[in-house]
């Protein structure tokens, strides 16, 4: 870039790196390039340090412009195909040679370009120019134009600009630091986009055997272990080489944003006229009081994964000492835990060219491990997983990121290690247990826990029951413990289940024991109590029969809700009735109409009158069925309210 070199560099997960460049500048002034993508970082965050004793005085840079902005005032504009055309469009009123076919010359001032009819081509478009040497203006066709001299030195210069300016991208921008006389020694620091870093693992097995006689941390003879290693890698994607640059890997979650300080805006605001007033006096405001500091927000961690990535594992020819790896990558790396970040520190000065990427040592530590068989049928169907469980006793934070898995020098498989914290459990999956077979079958079912009478209802309280068995068929030739994952089901309790071994947020964890070339199965039933509530008098009487069977109902119940059931009955059977009743009356309304309407068209006398009395009688008739009719409804009312009194009494006998 400059006589300041990148001197420190410290990468984040998030897109961004922090820049520092250091050096001793002789001179007023000094100018840093940066991409033009990295400017509004660069703006929000640059910081200019001197430490030789002088000044910054200030930075300049250009003002970000479109083509239309940088062209603007330029006299000439040519389209991309139609150059030619729009050139002579632009040179209008300007002196100029035109050079025809046959060697012919036209010179003058050209007047314009007339463009052809539609669908005609633009050669046969007409050039006017007028002539320096008489009053008049020579004509040709377009297409017999076979180059231009621009007379016009305003206008050569115009064209030559228009081309220079369209062919220049603005991939870079130059800010000016302005210093004061003499020497400086000066740290300039900043934010801009850099390629994420990354982090491979590999992890070393060693079993029992291999390991028998050695004492790890946690002061335990023999057993698994694990020799983790870590490689950060990084990318040089400057416009310059990294030479002993001091380099931190930063595990985390800042907030970032970009935010448009480069780009002039100017806002609208209202046209308001002018107006007379008199001058007010002078208004005073009083200083406001200390604004308080914002306390920090705590970014987001990163989000755990639980990604799998599964593998068989494969001999190699030659076997991978883990204490031979261990050996061969020392360690240079100091940690430093910010709060919401940890910091990894390369203690060795990195160089890496321009366009190229590197590879550092991050972590190196022995954790104790032990091997087992997870399953989980939503993660992986039929199969469980061979899984290393540690703890993160390496006191780092690990960032995400793949692993590949040696046991006892062979390659086993590859997994993901998820974002842990320091202290943190890891379940690291790296290969397919195919000699274990699990199958899954599931169902619900409900059953009635109690049953109680309150007025006019029947509450059962009832046992909504969902189970899964899991059967483990293992065709090996020894026994293995596999850990089921079952998910929590939310408002549900366990019930008739062995305990968890384990639980996280989303999963309970059972061990499953199966021997060898046999098969196993665990029931996982879940439970949650609820009410539901039926109305006494739609119970049926299979209904009641089968809760006095149950033993919901003692016996005095069942004959009290037997009773009432009775009373409904009757109490229904007259509400029938009634219905019945009101049709029939309507009917009868109906005729005595019919017959009313009848008598009006017939005399008192003769065979009318004969007919009229027969109506008459009928009318009397119908009389009577409506008093009859009425006389019962009023019983099976009084019949109704006595049965409902019964009903009460029954029901206030119940609770």
């Not at 609208?268 to 914002?294: L, Q, S």
């Not at 499953?512 to 039926?534: D, F, K, M, N, Y």
Request: glycine fraction near 8%; charge should be negative; charged fraction near 25%.
């Amino acid at each position: 870039m400059t006589a300041l070199p990148i001197t420190g560099m410290t990468l984040f997960k998030h897109g961004v790196g922090y820049f520092v460049r250091t050096g001793r500048v002789d001179g007023e002034r000094v100018d840093l390039a940066f991409p033009a993508e990295a400017m509004n970082d660069v703006l929000k965050s640059l910081t200019i340090l001197d430490s030789g004793g002088g000044q910054v005085l200030g930075v300049e840079y250009p003002t970000p412009q479109t083509l239309e902005e940088r062209l603007e005032g330029c006299t000439v504009r040519l389209g991309s195909e139609t150059a030619l055309y729009d050139l002579l469009v632009s040179l209008r009123g300007r002196r100029v040679q035109i050079l025809l076919d046959q060697r012919e010359y036209v010179v003058g001032q050209l007047v314009g370009v007339d463009r052809p009819p539609k669908r005609r081509p633009l050669g046969e478009g007409l050039v006017s120019v007028l002539l320096d040497s008489a009053r008049q203006v020579s004509v040709t066709a377009l297409g017999r134009v076979r180059g231009v001299e621009i007379l016009d030195s305003r206008a050569g210069d115009d064209l030559r600009f228009f081309l220079d300016t369209s062919t220049t991208q603005e991939t870079q921008h130059t800010l000016t630091v302005r210093l004061s006389a003499g020497a400086h020694d000066l740290a300039v620091s900043y934010v801009a986009p850099a390629p994420v870093w990354r982090v491979a693992y590999r992890l070393v097995v060693e079993g029992a055997e291999a390991n028998a006689g050695k004492v790890g941390k946690e002061g335990k003879q023999g057993g698994n272990r694990a020799l983790l290693l870590g490689w950060g890698i990084f990318d040089n994607s400057l416009e310059e080489d990294l030479t002993d640059v001091s380099l931190a890997l930063v595990a985390g979650m800042p907030i970032s944003f970009v935010y448009d300080l480069q780009t002039p805006h100017t806002p609208e605001r209202p046209v308001v006229g002018e107006e007379d007033r008199v001058a007010a006096g002078p208004v005073e405001f009083r200083a406001p009081a200390g604004v308080r500091a914002m306390k920090a927000m705590r970014a987001p961690e990163a989000p755990a994964a639980a990604e799998m990535a599964f593998a068989a594992a494969a001999p190699m020819g030659r076997a991978v000492s883990a204490d031979a790896l261990a050996q061969a990558t020392p360690l240079a790396v100091s940690s430093q835990d910010l709060g919401e970040l940890f910091e990894y520190v390369i203690q060795t000065p990195i160089s890496v060219g321009r366009g190229q990427s590197a590879m550092a040592p991050v972590v190196s530590a022995w954790l104790a491990a032990r091997k087992e068989l997870l399953y989980n049928g939503s993660k992986l169907a039929r199969h469980p997983v061979a899984t290393l469980r540690m703890s993160n006793n390496t006191g780092l934070t690990l960032e995400r990121g793949p692993a590949v898995v040696l046991d006892n020098g062979a390659y086993a498989g590859e997994a993901v290690l998820p974002f842990t914290a320091a202290g943190g459990e890891l379940a690291v999956p790296y290969a397919v247990e195919l000699g274990a077979r699990v199958s899954e079958e599931s169902g619900a079912r409900r059953e009635v826990a109690a049953l109680r009478i309150t007025g006019h209802y029947a509450s059962y309280d009832e046992w909504d029951i969902r189970w899964r068995d899991y059967r483990v068929n293992n065709s090996t030739g020894q026994p293995m413990t596999v850990l089921v994952e079952h998910r929590r089901t939310a408002l549900y309790d366990l019930f008739d289940t062995a305990d968890p071994v384990e639980q996280t947020p989303d999963f309970l964890r059972f061990a499953v024991e199966t021997p060898a070339h046999g098969e196993t199965t665990l029931r996982v039933s879940e439970r949650r109590l609820v009410v539901r509530r039926e109305e006494i008098r739609r119970l049926s009487s299979a209904a009641l029969q089968g809760n006095l069977k149950s033993g919901l109902l003692d016996a005095k119940t069942y004959n009290r809700l037997a009773s009432l059931l009775d009373l409904w009955s009757q109490i229904a059977g007259h509400e029938k009735r009634l219905a019945e009743i009101e049709k029939e009356r309507g009917k009868v309304y109906t005729a005595q109409e019919q017959v009313r309407s009848n008598m009006q068209a017939l005399s008192t006398e003769g065979k009318e009158g004969a007919l009229r009395a027969g109506y008459v009688d009928k009318l009397a008739a119908s009389e009577e069925q409506l008093a009859s009719l009425a006389t019962e409804e009023k019983q099976r009312q009084a019949d109704i309210e006595r049965l409902n009194r019964e009903v009460d009494a029954g029901l206030a006998g119940l609770t």
